[in-house]
């Protein structure tokens, strides 16, 4: 068996997955020593990035307590790294061979498997294909500014605070407009279009809005 050392790992729950400059200090990163690697088609670990799979369980008999912490010599029951030479992805399964959650590589290591996989023959794992993952449509930090502005217009509209949610249209469209209907629905039309400078510029000030002031 293959096995990667040292290592990162940022695993999330099935349907998030972020790139290695998405992460936050705030994730529970991993410092991972060695962790069992498989080198597999690109169809395959392309299908594994799209869709939850369960692998069979003869590869959980192969993965079981192999991936080992750095830190703490914890070990991880059943974890394994999946790459086609070109992309990688690291995988955390249950002891059914369903995949739970999942983590992208740093730049470097990924750089590394490439050159490691050179070297490497191919192995077919088997799995079923069950869901697909939900599509993402922004990059972590996005989607948590459009978060945070569209709960700030709900609550305002739902709490009827119209002087505030004008306030807010007024600094987001520099104009004015007493509908507070017609306000609200523009400003939620317009957060499900691409981001833009001025949306960064609302969460701002919101988040301005809300600090104390000595």
């Known amino acids: 068996m293959y096995y990667y050392y040292d290592i990162l790992l940022n695993f999330q729950d099935n349907e998030n997955i972020y790139e290695f400059y998405e992460w936050e200090e705030t994730d529970d990163i991993d410092f991972v020593k060695k962790i069992p690697l498989y080198k597999i088609s690109t169809n395959n670990l392309q299908e594994i990035m799209k869709y939850q799979v369960c692998f069979e369980k003869e590869l959980i008999a192969e993965i079981k307590n192999k991936t080992i912490l750095k830190s703490s010599q914890k070990v991880l029951s059943n974890s394994l790294i999946v790459s086609d030479g070109k992309d990688a992805l690291a995988l955390e399964l249950n002891d059914d061979g369903l995949v739970i959650s999942r983590s992208k590589l740093l730049l470097g290591d990924e750089i590394n498997l490439n050159e490691i996989m050179f070297t490497m023959k191919e192995k077919q794992l088997a ?88």
Request: aromatic share 14%; net charge positive; glycine share 0%.
């Open 127 to 214: 799995y079923e294909k069950l869901t697909k993952y939900p599509k993402r449509d922004n990059i972590r930090q996005i989607a948590k500014i459009k978060k945070l502005i569209n709960c700030e217009i709900d609550t305002l509209y739902e709490s009827k605070n119209f002087s505030k949610l004008k306030y807010i249209y007024y600094e987001w469209f520099n104009k004015k407009n007493n509908d507070s209907e017609k306000i609200y629905l523009e400003m939620k039309k317009e957060l499900k279009k691409s981001f833009d400078d001025n949306q960064k510029r609302i969460y701002d000030l919101i988040k301005k809005s809300y600090n104390k002031v000595n």
